[in-house]
């Protein structure tokens, strides 16, 4: 009885606008649902930084750098907060890392795909920031609060990565022959995996209908998917470019563009490992994290020390302040 009048509070919140927050009752399933798509989430924020991390070195000018620097860098804090959000549901941050480095965590499929020339970073920014923006600004507006409040901080930077993206696609639209094949031909490679990025058709999405109900997903994959190739349609005129897809038209009737046929075989042999970069993705975070150890030892002794030292205090034993001190 209880248990039911839990139930029904919980859902009339949902019906009503009101935030669950973590020590609110909720239905388990709708607990795990988060804890995957929240950590799945982070994971993907933390596996992003890489392909465009290959490019630091190699980015043509100082200032190009310093903003490539400075977007990398947003990745990892976007990971950092949906970790913390996600941990508010009862999961360590070590549980959810693990599962990541050992295969088990999905990450967004897009970021199994290699980063050839410096136009694509162009790409990502325009493209996979402008895909993520569409599917996490409604996520400011979803149910659980604190993955809510994460995810407004997390859109005004993504805004600010497209905006940074689509700027050097621009640049290189407008420069030589050689600079615009190079555009082109990000464009012609990134496109089809970010529409992708909204995740199977709607009658293939197992969680869609529940997480619509519960309030978490606002939007269905396939409604998110539309808006996008309608701004990017739009948008890729101003870039004097195309994008790769010969049955893209607008549709009277629609009020959409209609599109092409999507590769879903390339999606889920890509969800299954099988895509161009997956090894080479888990084999980068497995040795960052191997690399790392000595970091989280040295952390581990230090916080160590300072408990002993303060479970000193009052003792006749100098505390650690003082023995640094002396
Ligand atoms: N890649 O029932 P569905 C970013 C999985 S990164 C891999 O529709 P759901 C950024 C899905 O997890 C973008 N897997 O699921 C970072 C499910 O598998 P499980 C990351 C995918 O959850 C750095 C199965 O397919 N954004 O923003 O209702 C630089 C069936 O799918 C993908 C987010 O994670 C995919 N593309 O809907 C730049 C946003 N799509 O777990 C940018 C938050 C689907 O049942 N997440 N799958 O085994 C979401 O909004 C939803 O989780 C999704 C999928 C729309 C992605």
Known sequence: MQAVDAAERFQHKIDTEIKIEPKDWMPEKYRQTLIRQISQHAHSEIVGMLPEANWISRAPTLKRKAILMAKVQDEAGHGLYLYSAAETLGISRHEMYQQLLSGKAKYSSIFNYPTLTWADMGAIGWLVDGAAIMNQVPLCRTSYG???????????????????????????????AEQRAMCQDAINRWWWPSVMMFG???????????????????????????????????????????????????????NHYDFGAINWNEF????????????????????????????REAAAAYAEKQRSGQSEMGSDMPTLNEQKAA
């Open 146 to 176: 604190p993955y809510a409040r994460a995810m407004v901080r997390v859109c005004k930077e993504e805004s600010f990565h497209q905006r940074q993206g689509f700027e050097t696609l621009l640049v290189l639209s407008q420069g030589t």
């Open 268 to 295: 889920w042999e890509v969800l299954k490992g099988n895509g161009p970069c997956n090894k080479q993705r888990l084999d980068a975070r497995n040795k960052a994290w191997d690399d790392g150890a000595w970091v």
């Open 200 to 254: 199977p058709p709607d009658d293939e999405s197992p969680n869609t209908q529940q997480s619509m109900q519960w309030k978490i997903k606002r939007f269905t994959n396939d409604e998110l998917r539309q808006k996008f190739v309608d701004i990017c349609a739009e948008q890729v005129k101003t870039l004097g470019m195309t994008l790769p897809d010969p049955d893209l038209r607008w549709n009277e009737e629609r």
